[in-house]
């Protein structure tokens, strides 16, 4: 009961920072918001960081199923492996624009929230660190680089959560938010991208 609990009270923090504002979410309101006797917040999460440590969780556990879900879906489908060492990087990110377009229509309270909290925690660097992680896993996604044969797949990785970033901050809070977003669209950046990181060598000139 606890863990539920505690997990009702995180998802209230993303409804409330999500429809309210960041300057919105205090443990009074979040005990209204969901009809609790009053101090349940307080109880559960004794601190602001506490709480916001609690919606970080959230968020990272509800990212974490989705991927799982998506990769699942996509063996059934093809009957591949989408960590395969033969991956196509144009099918790659397809798959990831699916999944970006699930947040996108599903998930958008969890990115209106997370972004704002990590403006608000900048300056505690465990917390911030914990937000940004969040949504993206960079150690999946170095594992993704690996399988494609990049050559510095650490570093591929860390581009390409910059890049899933951006795509996603332009949909639901940038010049195209509000729009729907198209599964077309969001991969072509993303298989260019893929595509460049696994033909690039460091050293080599660009080619003319």
Known sequence: MSTDRRGQ???GAVELIATRGIRALTHRALDAQLALPPGSTSYYFRTR??????????????SRADFLAAQYESVNDR??????QSMDPVRVAH???GWLEHLLAHR??????RHALIIEVLSDQELHAR????????DRATGLFEA???????ESAHDLLALLEGLVFDRFAGLRAGSAGDVDQLARPLAE???SARNYRPGQPDSE
């Open 9 to 11: 009270i995180a998802a």
């Open 49 to 62: 960081q506490a709480l916001i440590e609690g919606v970080a969780d959230g968020i990272t556990a509800r």
């Open 79 to 84: 009957g591949d492996d989408p960590l395969g």
């Open 95 to 97: 798959d990831i624009a």
């Open 108 to 113: 958008r309270n969890d990115l209106i929230a």
């Open 131 to 138: 937000l940004a992680g969040s949504l993206f896993s960079l």
């Open 148 to 154: 494609l044969g990049a050559d510095e797949p650490r």
């Open 193 to 195: 991208f893929l595509t």
